[in-house]
């Protein structure tokens, strides 16, 4: 089974959230893998730059997501075990773009009631679950996957 430490950013703004587009696939939230020996709260900054163009801090912790994707479902066809650490981002500066030689085609605010109906990544619905209900655990129920719901 592969294994892989990751940290997304939530970035909200009244009614809207940031979400990145990756190339020819889906939505997701800005945030991508920890490198190693790097701290995930140090990722998420960096990918949200990266991603995105903009710059951002580090508000709070939501919580921690682990999922295992299934062999059939998993990209490259052998188990996969994400671990996602999810932080409230707040955006300070910047201005957004595509990731440059990078595989975010672009990242938009987009209307929190316009989620539900964008092809997206699991991981943005835990991320939302997160911020909208801060459970005192940092946890919550694992998000069904199908329909427009991605790992």
């Known amino acids: 089974?592969?294994?892989?430490?990751?940290?997304?950013?939530?970035?909200?703004d009244h009614d809207r959230v940031l979400l990145a587009h990756y190339r020819g696939a889906h939505w997701t939230l800005p945030g991508g893998k920890v490198e190693h020996g790097e701290?995930?709260?140090?990722?998420?900054?960096?990918?949200?730059?990266?991603?995105?163009?903009?710059?951002g801090e580090v508000g709070r912790l939501l919580?921690?997501?682990?999922?295992?994707?299934?062999?059939?479902?998993?990209?490259?066809?052998?188990?996969?075990?994400?671990?996602?650490?999810?932080?409230?981002?707040?955006?300070t500066g910047g201005t957004l773009r595509p990731e440059a030689n990078g595989e975010t085609a672009a990242s938009v605010w987009t209307p929190l009631p316009a989620v539900a109906g964008l092809p997206r990544s699991g991981l943005v619905d835990v991320g939302l679950s997160l911020a909208r209900d801060r459970p005192l655990t940092g946890h919550v129920a694992p998000v069904a996957v199908g329909g427009l719901v991605r790992h």
């Not at 140090?42 to 995105?52: F, K, L, P, S």
């Open 1 to 12: 089974m592969s294994f892989r430490l990751a940290a997304y950013a939530v970035c909200l």
């Open 39 to 55: 701290d995930p709260y140090d990722t998420v900054i960096r990918e949200v730059h990266e991603e995105t163009g903009c710059d």
């Open 63 to 91: 919580g921690v997501d682990s999922r295992v994707i299934p062999a059939a479902e998993a990209l490259a066809g052998a188990p996969h075990q994400n671990v996602g650490v999810f932080y409230l981002v707040r955006i």
